[in-house]
């Protein structure tokens, strides 16, 4: 077949001669038409793909009609794999192929021929452009390129239900022959699968496919090429596929009946036994949920499911009796949660076993008559006072005597003691209900044959109230009454609290001291609801007069015997606004009424300070100040002593007498220094006031020259002296304002006021009843 192909597949590729069209005309001459006629004839070339002989492959040749065969023709080939692939013999032009080819890889080569003269290289036709196709033969299997393949299928499915689609694929040309045509068929997994020849869909092939009797399968696949005839090349892939399970079988329990040994001192609450019903599928399929459909023993049982590992939990609702009863029956029902209606058919999907349980016997330990005791004991009572008794019997069929016993493990369990014997629960300290009312001890049983089996139970002792404890004021009062009282005016309500409970002091009475006189400023009201009201009885109350009061309080309970209690209330007397606010209780409340502040008060006091300060500060100056009299020695020779003394102005009358130098007759007695202490006494102070009235001034400036010369208390030279004295009662008056301080000035300025505002401070200046007396000071030069 390959040569007949080779055989078939090589053209001659001519140059065909260039042919004239000649015509006769009628004189007999002969005219030449030339017509230039295609050179090359061509073909398609094909070579073989894989060929594998020890010669190279013809493919054609080249010819051209002006090659004579004398070798004056030269064939040159170019393009596609010329000179490597394809050779032309330049003389002969005949082609070959000197490699196998594969189609797979390159179909076809385009290539360019031209024949040129030997001698000039002068090309004798054009160059022109052919193919060199690629011929394909069946040397590609087909191949699966996703396999192997994983899939499921329901289990119970129809047949002919589709599985999955294999695709096969051939590398060779799909257009030329049946190289490419695949036939798809089954070799592996017959007769449960099947699979389409052409489309390659692979189908169950058996009715009702059970995944419980078979659930996995591995199906061989086969792709043949050549349509699958003999000859053709083939390839395969596996299929495995999983049978996945639906609820198509219902829960079985193994047994019928079942038994089941519980002891009775089991806890209520445990798991006491298992059971379950097997479920040949899987997943939720196979879930199923357990109860108790009847039995005598559905109150004291209870089931549950767990859903790991599929069983019914039997635990313990009620405490076991072997002494009361021995044995329980139960129905139990085990069924599927999940169904699938399609095979409803093969239900039901159900099952129904009966369990027996046997309770077994124990040595149990003393039972206690009641889960928990209340006991009740008064406070106050006495050491050894019975509190109460606990019961415990033994529940075995021996009935062995019981012991009774407090471990004391706590320091409530220390407050009491028990009778070993009968029980009885007495007292062992006496109880205040107002410190701890409420007692929980724990009392044990055991049994005297088997002290090992111990019960236990809780009891309460609450602890009864006496009234012994007086009631008293619910907190301390501070208790105001306003200066601006009024009689009857409630100034405070006031509470009473019991420390008993309210059967021995939930009413309380209220009233003053019996014992005492009647309260003259206040009086209480009892309000008969546990408060009473504290009143006035007069008007008006001065701090000034008394600024606390005390006002005993009688309060008595209703109790069994009634107890009472005296309280003093503190009463304060406070100022306060007219609607009732009180404005202050302290000491300046007093000088607030005057229209000051304590702000505006505190800011007086202060500039006091100040001032006192400053002055005591000045004094000080003054004292330790004390320049030389001398300056300089020219002053010395000059005798003149200078004073660099201002002196303390109209009102400073210490240093000197001024009044005195003005006028004789003003003067009542001499004054002497005070700047300076004297060490003895001056010698002349003898002259009388009345002597003042006819003294000459050149007797009065001798007088006080001979003083200044006798007091030694003066510098011991000449001073000069200068006395600013006009005379004595002028007739005219004295016109100087230097005596206006002497007189009282007759002048009314109290028209000031009319002027106006402009003039206010002016006439608050000159408009005071009484001036004051100025004075001026000299200074001694």
């Known amino acids: 077949l390959n040569q007949l192909l080779c055989t078939f597949s090589h053209f001659i590729i001519k140059i065909l001669p260039v042919t004239r069209n000649q015509t006769k005309h009628i004189e007999g001459e002969t005219e030449v038409h030339h017509r230039p006629k295609r050179g090359w004839v061509w073909n398609q070339f094909f070579v073989l793909e894989e060929h594998m002989g020890p010669d190279p492959q013809y493919v054609g040749k080249l010819h051209s009609n002006s090659d004579k065969g004398d070798g004056s023709v030269k064939y040159i080939l170019t393009g596609e794999g010329a000179g490597t692939i394809f050779i032309i013999d330049d003389t002969t032009g005949d082609i070959h192929s000197t490699k196998s080819l594969d189609r797979e890889q390159k179909t076809h080569y385009v290539l360019h021929a031209q024949a040129i003269d030997r001698r000039t290289n002068k090309p004798l036709e054009p160059e022109s452009e052919f193919i060199i196709k690629v011929q394909d033969i069946n040397d590609n299997a087909p191949k699966f390129t996703d396999g192997p393949y994983i899939v499921t299928v329901p289990e119970m499915s129809e047949m002919g239900t589709s599985v999955l689609q294999v695709t096969a694929t051939d590398a060779d040309d799909p257009t030329y022959g049946n190289s490419a045509r695949v036939v798809y068929s089954i070799l592996q997994g017959q007769p449960y699968f099947s699979v389409d020849p052409k489309t390659g ?137 999940h169904l699938d209606f399609r095979f409803s058919h093969l239900g039901p999907f159900k099952d129904v076993t009966m369990l027996k349980i046997i309770v077994g016997d124990v040595d149990e330990p003393p039972l206690f008559t009641m889960p928990s005791y209340v006991m009740e004991v008064y406070e106050n009572a006495k050491i050894g006072t019975a509190v109460g008794t606990v019961t415990a019997q033994d529940p075995d069929t021996a009935n062995s005597l019981v012991r009774y016993f407090i471990d004391h493990n706590t320091e409530e369990d220390r407050y009491f003691t028990i009778d070993a014997n009968t029980g009885t629960i007495k007292t062992a300290k006496i109880f205040d209900r107002e410190e701890t009312p409420w007692y929980n001890i724990t009392v044990s049983a055991s049994e005297i044959d088997n002290p090992e089996l111990v019960s236990h139970v809780q009891v309460g002792v609450r602890i009864l109230d006496i009234n012994d404890n007086p009631p008293e004021l619910a907190r301390e009062y501070d208790v105001v009454v306003c200066e601006n009282a009024k009689p009857g005016q409630v100034i405070q309500t006031i509470t009473a609290t019991d420390k008993d409970n309210s059967a021995n002091g939930a009413r309380f009475h209220f009233s003053l001291d019996e014992g005492l006189s009647l309260n003259p400023n206040f009086t209480l009201r009892d309000n008969e609801d546990n408060t009473a009201s504290i009143l006035t009885r007069r008007r008006r109350y001065s701090r000034t007069t008394q600024d606390t009061y005390y006002l005993p309080v009688l309060i008595s309970d209703g109790g069994v ?107 009542e007695e001499l004054k002497y220094r005070r700047d300076v202490r004297p060490e003895v006494k001056p010698v002349l102070r003898h002259h009388a006031s009345s002597s003042l009235d006819s003294i000459d001034v050149q007797e009065f400036i001798k007088q006080r020259l001979a003083e200044a010369d006798l007091d030694p208390s003066v510098p011991p030279y000449d001073s000069l002296q200068t006395y600013a004295y006009e005379g004595h009662r002028s007739e005219a008056g004295s016109i100087s304002s230097l005596d206006s301080a002497t007189t009282h000035s007759d002048q009314d300025y109290n028209y000031l006021g009319d002027w106006g505002p402009e003039f206010k401070k002016l006439a608050e200046l000159y408009g005071e009843i009484e001036s004051e007396r100025t004075t001026y000071c000299a200074l001694a030069l």
């Open 201 to 337: 869909v692979i189908r169950t092939a058996l009715h009702n496919m059970d995944r419980e009797a078979r659930e996995h399968y591995s199906v061989v696949i086969q792709a043949k090429d050549m349509a699958g005839q003999v000859g053709g090349l083939s390839g395969s892939t596996t299929v495995n596929i999983t049978l996945t399970d639906v609820n198509d079988n219902p829960p079985r329990f193994p047994q019928k009946h079942y038994q089941l040994y519980v002891p009775e001192s089991a806890q209520v609450g445990s798991a006491v036994g298992k059971i379950k019903a097997n479920d040949a599928d899987t997943g939720s399929n196979a879930d199923m949920k357990y109860t108790i459909i009847n039995g005598d023993g559905s109150g004291v049982f209870s089931i549950s499911t767990d859903k790991e590992t599929r069983e019914g939990i039997i635990s313990l609702k009620k405490p076991l009796n072997y002494e009361k009863k021995k044995s329980y029956t139960l129905n139990i029902e085990g069924a599927n949660t």
């Open 561 to 667: 015997p009634p107890l009472s209690s005296s309280s003093t209330l503190t009463i304060r007397v406070c100022a306060c606004e007219k609607d009732g606010r009180v404005r202050t209780c302290h000491a300046e409340a007093f000088l607030s009424s005057a229209g000051l502040s304590t702000g505006a008060l505190i800011a007086i006091l202060l500039c006091v300070v100040i001032l006192l300060a400053i002055v005591v500060l000045f004094i000080t100056l003054r004292r330790s100040k004390k320049e030389p009299l001398i300056i300089s020695e020219e002053d010395v020779r000059e005798n003149v002593v200078t004073y660099d003394d201002e002196g303390g102005g109209e009102e400073d009358t210490e240093a000197f007498d001024i009044t005195a130098l003005r006028n004789p007759s003003a003067a």
